[in-house]
């Protein structure tokens, strides 16, 4: 791997993490219990994919890291809470995230619903504040909500657990599940400097189509993972697709259509990238980490 490449994303990684720590150490909620559960989950790390995307997103566009901050923020902020939610034994019912006890295992399962729910209107409360600044911007936060919403994560979670064990179910369902559970808000990382910079439509359609693209790669790979990953490299259960009949593209398809699967979404994310007008060498970079993650 290209050593500007892993530079360049540990210097992305790192000022995403300043900007988080920036915002928690002037933010506290009430009571403390509330504040500790979550600035816990938020303070876990994991690979920042989203805010990272979203960063080199603007910098291909010519802007600024430091004009996507916030968003940046909002968005990390909804993955989390989806993922605090998703641990719950309601839900995936797993007691590891990022190799330490997931947050109900830690503070509760009330108190894990409530951060979620404190992380997701904090969210929400930066939208609300970014759309201030102008037309653009509200037209990034509109996208970045929906995508977080009933018509995005939230109703491909939903599809998720309805379609868990149902033997109808299949290619149709289980796309939906990933478009919406998964791709959409990569798509949001991608495309809200799209929409502040006010990107004309066809750089939009691409990089929509671009995020989508990444978005499948993304929970394909999960789904191998989840088969022929460790424990110690993931830093939650594997197995659990299996266990608990999930419609995963492996139970679909085997593990090497799901791997040939995969390797399509790669290629046609690079090729995506190169009918655009930018400097995109990162970002096709990114794309091969993606796929050849352990992790």
Known sequence: MNTNFNLQLEEL??????SLESYLEQTHFEPEILDQSV?????????????????????????????????SLALEMIHTYSLIHDDLPAMDNDDYRRGQPSNHKKFGEGQAILAGDALLNEAFSICIAECKKGRTYLRAAELLCENAGGKGMVGGQAADLYYQGKPSAGKT???????NKTAK????????????????????SLLTQFGVNLGFLFQITDDILDVDGKFEQLGKSIGKDEA?????????YGLEKSRALADAYRDNCIDILKQLPY???FLEQLVRRVRSRRS
């Open 13 to 18: 990684k790192n000022r995403f993490e300043e």
């Open 39 to 71: 600035k816990y989950s938020l303070r876990l790390g994991g690979k920042r994919l989203r805010p990272v995307l979203m960063y080199a997103s603007a910098q291909i566009l010519g802007g600024k890291v430091q004009d996507v901050a916030n968003f």
């Open 173 to 179: 369902e289980a796309d939906f599940i990933v478009l």
């Open 185 to 204: 808000m990569i798509v949001s990382a991608i495309v809200v400097p799209a929409y502040i910079y006010d990107a004309d439509e066809q750089i939009i």
């Open 244 to 252: 608990e009949n999930k419609l995963s593209f492996v139970r679909l």
């Open 279 to 281: 400097e995109c060498d």
